[in-house]
């Protein structure tokens, strides 16, 4: 059984030029947090150029793609009805990407198989983790 889910995407940049440019971006969801999904930017695509990645809620992603949702640090919407625009705010600036609202779906579908919305908890193993705690503060 998979323990993990990985989908390549291609991300279009909003920028204040008037052509996007498109870079290839990883959307990640593990079960060892089955809570959150990434999304992981290249190193050409930042302004530092290193590889970024960002962790928010799956819930939010869901909600995002079918109406605007987040407050904080991410926030997302749709953009039409063939794009979903997600918005990453930090002290250097707001990055604004779009990605296509099937690709997203389809990876939140390779997510729901692995852990189904709501059921997170149950592949929580919160023995072993309090145990590594313990060993790692040693």
Do not use: C, N
Not at 74 to 98: K, N, Q
Request: overall charge negative; glycine content about 6%; cysteine-free.
């Amino acid at each position: 059984m998979p323990y993990a889910v990985e989908q390549a995407v291609e991300a279009r940049l909003v920028a204040s030029a008037p052509r996007m440019e498109t870079v290839p971006t990883t959307l990640r969801y593990d079960v060892k947090d089955p809570f959150a999904v990434s999304v992981d930017f290249p190193p050409q695509a930042t302004l530092e150029g290193v590889e970024v990645s960002w962790a928010f809620a799956r819930e939010l992603l869901a909600a995002g793609v079918s109406a605007p949702a987040g407050m904080g640090d991410v926030r997302i919407r749709p953009f039409g009805y063939e794009r979903t625009v997600l918005e990453f705010h930090a002290r250097e600036g707001i990055a604004m990407v779009h990605i296509h609202t099937a690709e997203l779906r389809h990876f939140l579908e390779k997510t729901e198989a692995l852990v189904p919305a709501g059921h997170e908890q149950s592949v929580l193993d919160l023995d072993r983790s309090v145990a590594e705690l313990l060993r790692d503060g040693r």
